[in-house]
């Protein structure tokens, strides 16, 4: 693991663009109002990497997230994902770029209480633009992304029937269902307890392992743990952490 | 988002809620059954007042009556009264492009009675006749017995009684010459004021359709040039020979004919008995010596065809158009449609706002889900197609149950009608009509309204901001 100070006036590693080959955030300003929340933001993310974000509340650590899921468009500076720089997609480009490379967990775990957790896991599927996905295929990649988080058992349950740390799985499996390439994770642990959060974190170290490039906001220390790279937001300014 | 993903996302949306869902559908079911059923009761009372009551697509023309007008002479037809109805008339009306038939009317010019029945009602009924010649054309196409409606016909073998003709033929005391009996047709009118009012009040029975059947063939005797109201002076009808046109003492000696009823026809006349015209044309040439003289025309318009042209060629040549009554009622009736359209779409709008307002919380409520899906691919217009999908569903059921709730409203109504409202003429056995175009106008009222009240919930729907809708700001 190593830590870094990331700003806007020193960009490490910044000099090929390719290389980074997953996500590269130069310059980035958001403001709310008056508000500044990140002022002059530079970050790049690695294929392969799994990056933890941290900062106290208020730090802009979300809102970075959600710029770089292509969320929020009101920003200045560049965000690039997989080459692409989201300010030239529009709002229709934009959507096929979450459906097909990105995956979304958040600390609310957002699941739908009228949809069994399969359902729920299929939800990405109905955005894909690809009917196989609508299809049986689409049924059998939902198997196996809550077979992957260990919930296949659960399948046909609804939400308000399982645990926090259950939720958080379908969550997870839901996010994986398109098979992304890029996870972005907004305090995923935040509603857990330390069991079961230390359970969601060995999940992602493991998709990490795997080959999914992931990016976590965290405020909590034990993610670090698990993180190739640690990156503190301070201020709407990246530090070391 | 393809068709069915967006009908697979529906489908998965529609499962919740359902509560609010039915309550909105019964909103608009409520607008659309009453709708509905004003627009199937005017439909239905359309269909049977200018269907039955006064047959549309068609003019009756009439001579102009005398009246004095500011300069003494006005209405008159040149000097010598109204310009008289005749066959040269007829032939121009014939070549109107809007006209696809005419056929003629002529009344008796002379008093006339008859009396029959005994065979079938068990008592003998006297009565005046009342009778017009009409052409047989104008029945073309119904079906008569158990003679046809033509006429004058007969094998003219001379005879001293009925036996020696050959059935139906009998054999006329002042001719002694086999004949036909007079084919007579009645109107559906006549046989629909006799079930309503004669047949009642006399405790006779009703003519349905089965003995009306029974009545064909019935036989009756005509006394020509004699009435039940007495002779006026110098061997004439009277009062009532003046009345119906009869100038001074009758040219021929009372005779009797006898009659055949033969059927309904809806070119009869409403209030009187219909022979073919030759006959009458013959009588009136035997009583009163004038045969050319027509009671009336009726032109049969092309289907779609503007009567205004017709109207303005008829008056151009001296004539007018009896007043059948057909314009006032159809603007009754398509007033009082518009009126009830008016309330309903009131109640239509209500349910409308009804139905923005709930999808407006709706949206409130699932703002979340909205960024969620959001996060997930959807586009804004994805959202907005989901959400005027729903409305579209919401529509689909708020009609179908609308026009379920307007054809049970209509059934009671008719109940009722028959059990606690007094028959009258042409009382119809329903008073809706509920043909594809009432089912048309009410799906596509609903769907049009749902939609119309989800436009404004989709449109704030698709720009739910999903960053700020998934952090809870």
Not at chain 2, 196 to 201: R, V
Request: proline share 5%.
């Amino acid at each position: 693991m190593r830590s870094e100070r990331i700003d806007g006036a020193k960009t490490p590693g910044m000099g090929n663009a390719e290389s980074f080959g997953c996500v590269e955030v130069t310059r980035v300003e958001k403001r709310y109002g008056d508000v500044p929340v990140l002022r002059g933001v530079s970050l790049a993310v690695a294929e392969g990497e799994l990056v933890a974000i941290t900062g106290r509340s208020g730090s802009g650590k979300s809102t970075l997230l959600q710029l770089m899921g292509g969320l929020d468009r009101n920003f200045t500076g560049t965000i690039r994902i997989g080459g692409t720089t989201l300010s030239e997609l529009d709002d229709r480009g934009l959507a096929r770029l979450r459906a097909s490379q990105l995956g979304f967990v958040f600390q609310a775990f957002h699941l739908l209480d009228h949809l069994t957790v399969r359902e729920n896991v299929r939800l990405p599927a109905y955005f894909a633009g690809s009917q196989a996905t609508l299809d049986d295929a689409g049924r059998v990649a939902a198997d196996e992304a809550l077979a992957r988080v260990e919930m296949t058992r659960f399948a046909d349950a609804h939400p308000s029937a399982l645990s926090g740390g259950q939720r958080q799985r379908v969550a997870i499996a839901r996010a994986l269902h398109g098979r992304p390439k890029l996870l972005l994770c907004d305090e995923p642990t935040g509603n857990l307890d330390a069991e079961t959060g230390d359970a969601v974190i060995s999940l992602f170290s493991e998709l990490n392992k795997a080959g999914m490039t992931i990016v976590i906001v965290t405020h909590e220390e034990r993610v670090a743990r698990v993180a190739s790279r640690v990156v503190h937001l301070a201020d709407g300014v990246v530090e070391a952490a | 988002m393809s068709l069915s993903a967006l009908l697979g996302l529906l489908r998965l949306q529609l499962r919740r809620g359902r509560r609010s869902f039915v309550l909105s559908a019964a909103g608009v079911a409520i607008g659309i059954a009453s709708l509905c059923f004003f627009l199937a009761l005017s439909h239905g009372v359309q269909g049977v007042v200018l269907g039955k009551v006064f047959p549309v697509g068609q003019l009756e023309i009439v001579p102009r009556k005398a009246s004095v007008g500011p300069l003494g002479l006005g209405g008159l037809g040149g000097f010598g009264g109204p310009t008289p109805l005749d066959d040269r008339f007829v032939d121009a009306l014939r070549q109107r492009t809007e006209v696809k038939s005419v056929f003629r009317r002529m009344k008796l010019a002379f008093p006339a009675r008859a009396w029959g029945g005994q065979q079938l009602i068990g008592r003998e009924v006297h009565a005046e006749l009342i009778a017009e010649g009409l052409d047989p054309s104008a029945t073309a196409g119904e079906d008569f017995g158990p003679i046809p409606f033509a006429g004058p016909g007969g094998s003219q073998k001379t005879c001293n009684a009925d036996t020696e003709c050959a059935a139906p033929e009998y054999c006329p005391w002042d001719t002694h010459r086999c004949e036909t009996p007079v084919p007579v047709v009645i109107s559906p009118f006549l046989v629909e004021i006799y079930n309503s009012t004669i047949a009642k009040s006399h405790n006779l029975p009703q003519l349905g359709p089965a003995l009306l059947a029974r009545f064909r063939g019935l036989e009756f005797t005509a006394e020509l040039g004699r009435s039940f109201l007495g002779n006026g002076p110098g061997g004439g009808a009277g009062l009532l020979g003046a009345a119906m046109g009869g100038a001074g003492p009758m040219k021929a000696e009372p005779h009797q004919r006898r009659m055949m009823l033969v059927g309904t026809s809806r070119a009869s006349s409403p209030l009187a008995l219909s022979v073919p015209i030759e006959y009458v044309r013959r009588w009136n040439q035997q009583y009163v010596g004038s045969a050319s003289e027509l009671s009336s025309v009726v032109a049969i318009l092309k289907d779609g065809a503007r009567t205004a042209g017709v109207a303005a060629f008829v008056r151009d040549r001296g004539y007018d158009l009896a007043d059948s009554g057909a314009e006032q009622a159809g603007l009754a009736i398509t007033l009082m449609t518009a009126l009830f359209a008016l309330v309903s779409l009131a109640i239509l709008l209500v349910a409308t706002m009804n139905i923005a307002h709930s999808f407006l919380r709706a949206v409130a409520e699932r703002r979340r889900e909205l960024g969620l899906l959001r996060a997930l691919g959807a586009t804004q217009r994805d959202l907005a197609s989901l959400l005027l999908a729903e409305a579209a569903v919401l529509g689909v059921c708020g009609g179908l149950a609308g026009l379920v709730g307007a054809r049970l409203a209509a059934v009671i109504v008719d109940v009722c009608a028959r059990r606690f409202v007094p028959d009258f003429p042409f009382k119809p056995e329903s008073f809706f009509a509920f043909d594809w175009s009432v089912v048309a106008v009410g799906l596509g009222a609903s769907i049009l309204a749902c939609l119309v009240g989800a436009l404004l919930p989709a449109r704030m729907a698709a720009r739910v901001d999903p960053a700020a809708a998934l952090s809870g700001s």
